[in-house]
């Protein structure tokens, strides 16, 4: 017996299990991940660690080989 699932967000069917799991197709979860990767950045600091950034007004000024830009 074949279970059909339905996409949560275009309605589309699902036939794969990977798919059933998370509830929306391969176009809706890829536009998914670009909307919520979009909210954050990893920025590399200069000759030390990267800086996990989810706001834009951190990243002003942030190389300090370039002068300061705030």
Excluded at 4 to 15: A, E, K, P, Q, V
Excluded at 48 to 61: A, E, H, I, P
């Amino acid at each position: 017996m074949a279970l059909w699932m339905h996409c949560r967000s275009c309605g589309d069917d699902l036939r794969d299990r990977v798919h059933m799991l998370s509830g929306l197709c391969w176009d809706c979860r890829e536009q998914a991940a670009k909307e919520v990767r979009s909210l954050w950045c990893v920025v590399p600091m200069h000759k030390s660690n990267y800086f996990f950034c989810t706001n834009k007004d951190d990243l002003k000024g942030i190389n300090n080989k370039g002068g300061l830009v705030k």
